[in-house]
Every structure is written in C-alpha cells, then in structure tokens.
C-alpha cells in the first residue's frame, strides 16, 4: 500500500491567498474627504499613525485597487479554464472595482480580460457571480438566524460589559507593543497613493530567519483609510512580493443601487443557507476532512512560526479537487458541514464553477523533489511535503522547514 501523502494545491495555497486576504481587508477601515500635498505633511510617529487609523470612524469607500503578485510561482495560469476568479490572485497583475457604504454593504469586482467575478454584500444577504460560468450564488440565513441578525443590527450598543474596556487607540497600542517584541516597527518618508498625500507605516522582522524583508502600509493623511500595502521579500529589495493598493479612490457615498444585485437573465441561480454561529459556540475544530488522524503543530515564534500537518491524506484531497470536488469528511464545525452540503450538488458533490483539472500534474510542476519529499519555494512561503505524511509551511527559508521535519 502507497502510504505517501500529496499536498493539495489548494491546501499550499492557502497561506498567500490568506496573506492577500488580509492585505485586503485593510480597505474597511475608516474615511472623509480632502487631500494635501505630501511635502506638507506634519510628522507622525509610528505609534501616533495607528492611533489615527484606530481610533477613525467608518465611512464610504470606493475606487479601482490593482493587485500584483511576484511570488516567483511557476506561470499556472487558470483563468482561461475559469474564467476571472480569486485564484487570479496567485500571480501578475489583477484589476478589482470595489465600493463599501461604509456599515455593512460592499461589492468587489474582479475584472478579467473577457470575463468578470463579482461579489456583493448587503447586511445579511450576500451574491457571488462569476460571468464565465454565468451562474450566480446566492447566500442567505435561515428565518430564525435572519430574526437573530436583526435584532443584533436594531441593538447596536451591544450587551453590557463590566469593567473598563479600552479604546481603540487603547487597543492599537496593545497590538502594536506586541508586534514590538519581534518587530521594527516606523514610519517613512511621505507618498502620494491615487493621488493623495500618504504617511507610510513599516515593519522589519527582527530576524533573518524570515523570508519577509519588509511591509510597509501607506495611510491616507486626512482620512486615515489605508490606500497600500506592500510586501518585499529577501530574495529582491526592490520589487515588493505582494503590492494592493488603489489606484484612484472617493470617500463619497455611492448610490444604493450598486449594493442591489439581480442575476442576468438566462443565469443559473444558486441558494445557499449560511448557518450564523451562536454566541461563544466556535469550538475546536477538528482535522477529520484531511484525514482521520491528521494533526496539526506549530512551532517557532514571531515571522519564523512553521505549521507542522501530521498524516494528511493529500491523495483523497488530490482526488477530490481534481473533479471540482469537496474531500470527504468533517470539518469539524456542524456550521461549515451544513453550509458545504449546501454549497455542493446534492447527487454528485460537485463545487458549481470548478474546472476539472489535473491536480497530480499541477502538483508535480509546482513543487521539486527534495530528500525525503517535495518542496514548495516561493518569495513569502515554504512548503514541504514528506513522504511519511507531513505537510510544513511558513514564511521561512526552506532549509528551515527540512531542520524542523527532522
């Protein structure tokens, strides 16, 4: 019996998806209106800078956000097999329109050469539409979740809290004395970001041990709403690794109507019940869908923390993604188990909008064979796949990730 394990390419790119995603999520922060030129800008310490952003409040936000990847990932291009989706943001350059009211509505779109996928929120209701399959997700709550929501929304003072509870710049100064412990963290010389005046946040890792050089975040000077983030690795100074930001911006509100969503005629139209967690009700979950016994350790601190997997079966997972489909198994979450249930076809499994595609194949090309396993190198991550079974990865050299298999 073959007792090697394969690591999914979905499973090894889960980190610098994540990365992108939280680069991201910066973009819900607050804003107003107004420019300065940047020469003019009074100076700010670092920790004056992130008091500013935390203590803003959230107002509306749109415009055009370029994001590029050079992670040095061998040129795997699937857009012409799905169309515009988020695994474009693997590699080069992808163009996105975003809009928030600035609560709780947002829509995103990613623009492809001759297609489009779009995401749109609205309180607690949410659409997914990719125009290469023309097909459309529609995720709604329960009747019951649904009343649970609206009611949290009409108590916005939230329930009563004993004891003194920090305040945001309270909160920022706590986050960034941690960061402090393993990190440099300053401010640099004024830019200009679709074209307003910008102060830059960066960190430095206190470590060589990291393939992370640098990241710095420019923040907008009147409305604190981060514009750009950037990520430079060691392996080039100069052109950073991971770089989102807007190319043009407004802080005016947009119309309602670009918050309503209405699937094109013609479109499939999917529904999907999204379960809304209880209260305090988030457990641990387990690792059952990577296989029975697969485990998960880490070890290390700061910028050098690798994630070690134990007895992932990466051949079921292999399997399964190769025919558009979920692996097998529990997640762990009765929540995520439901919804996937929801999201995939009831007779075959099937995930609406994947390709098939050769994994295996996919899988050979993007990683080296290395003594005892395989080895995935990029500009921000490592990943190693032993052949007992062991899947490590972080943002480490991979000499790192060979000493720590043993």
């Known amino acids: 019996m073959d007792t090697k394990r394969r690591l999914s390419p979905r499973a090894r790119w889960a980190v610098p998806v994540a990365v992108a995603g939280v680069v991201a999520a910066a973009f819900a922060v ?11 800008l009074p100076a700010l310490t670092a920790d004056e800078l992130v008091d500013r952003v935390a203590s803003a409040d959230q107002v509306p936000v749109s415009g055009t956000v370029v994001y590029t990847a050079r992670l040095g990932l061998p040129d795997v291009t699937v857009s012409d097999l ?8 693997l590699g080069g350059s992808t163009t996105m329109r975003v809009w928030s009211d600035g609560d709780d509505a947002s829509r995103a779109a990613l623009l492809g050469d001759v297609s489009e996928y779009s995401v749109v929120r609205d309180g607690p209701q949410a659409w997914t539409y990719s125009s290469a399959d ?17 009611q949290k929304s009409a108590d916005a003072s939230g329930p009563a809290v004993e004891g003194d509870v920090p305040t945001p710049a309270e909160a920022a100064d706590l986050a960034l004395a941690h960061a402090r412990v393993t990190t440099d963290v300053t401010t640099t010389e004024p830019v200009e970001v679709a074209g307003r005046a910008a102060y830059q946040l960066e960190l430095r890792p206190q470590t060589d041990g990291t393939l992370v050089d640098r990241v ?3 923040v907008d000077a009147e409305t604190w709403v981060p514009l750009r983030t950037q990520v430079w690795s060691v392996d080039d100074a100069q ?12 802080f005016v509100a947009p119309d309602p109507s670009v918050f309503e969503f209405s699937a094109p005629a013609g479109a499939e139209v999917r529904e999907v019940v999204v379960p809304l967690p209880e209260p305090g009700a988030q457990g641990s979950p387990s690792s059952e869908a990577l296989g029975k016994d697969a485990g998960v350790e880490v070890s290390g601190t700061g910028w050098e923390t690798v994630v070690e997997l134990t007895d992932v079966d990466v051949d079921a997972i292999l399997g399964a993604t190769a025919q558009g489909r979920l692996p097998e198994g529990s ?6 188990d439901d919804l996937f249930e929801e999201f995939t076809d009831s007779e075959d499994g099937e995930l609406p909008g994947m390709p098939e595609l050769d994994t295996g194949a996919l899988y050979e090309q993007l990683t080296t064979p290395v003594d005892g396993g395989r080895l995935l190198t990029s500009a921000l991550l490592s990943v190693l796949v032993t052949d007992d079974g062991r899947v490590l990865a972080g943002s480490v050299p991979p000499e790192a990730l060979e000493e720590a298999a043993g």
């Open 134 to 150: 023309d097909e459309a997700v529609h995720y709604v709550l329960d009747p019951a979740d649904a009343e649970r929501w609206a």
């Open 216 to 218: 710095r975040v420019a």
């Open 331 to 336: 997640t762990g979450s009765s929540g995520a």
């Open 30 to 40: 607050p804003a107003t209106v107004g420019a300065v030129a940047s020469d003019d």
């Open 239 to 250: 052109a950073p690794a991971i770089e989102v930001g807007f190319t043009d911006v407004s």
């Open 82 to 89: 799905q169309g515009a989706g988020p695994l474009d943001l």
